[in-house]
Nanobody, 126 residues
């Protein structure tokens, strides 16, 4: 049984930093691509960042490019999202998603991921 668990959410002031973590069990961590998604109240879930199974490819939404960094530590079976220069509009529930992807890339589409965590809340105050 696959289990994806996010942690590290919390409250931060604008301009501050936060790092999210995601662990995944029940799958071969080295072979899966990961994505971070977020959903604000009343809005659709959107892709924030993704990273390929090899770690060699990553993508970012325009809204977070240059401020967020995705990384993975296969030895620890852990995915990270470092968030800096945070803005109130970054406030949302953040979700980690995983799936086996045969290509060398990754996706920011929710439909391309099968396994999801329950989310961790991030709140940025002005």
């Amino acid at each position: 049984q696959v289990q994806v668990v996010e942690s590290g959410g919390g409250s931060v002031q604008a301009g501050g930093s936060l790092t999210l973590s995601c662990t995944a069990s029940g799958l071969t961590f080295d072979d899966v691509a990961f994505g971070w998604f977020r959903q604000a109240p009343g809005k659709e879930r959107e892709g924030v960042s993704c990273i390929s199974w090899s770690g060699g490819v990553d993508y970012y939404a325009n809204s977070v490019e240059g401020r967020f960094t995705i990384s993975r530590d296969n030895a620890k079976n852990t995915l990270y999202l470092q968030m800096k220069s945070m803005k109130p509009e970054d406030t949302a529930m953040y979700y980690c998603a995983a799936d086996y992807v045969r290509s060398m890339g990754c996706s920011l589409q929710t439909t391309d991921f099968k396994h999801w965590g329950q989310g961790t809340q991030v709140t940025v105050s002005s």
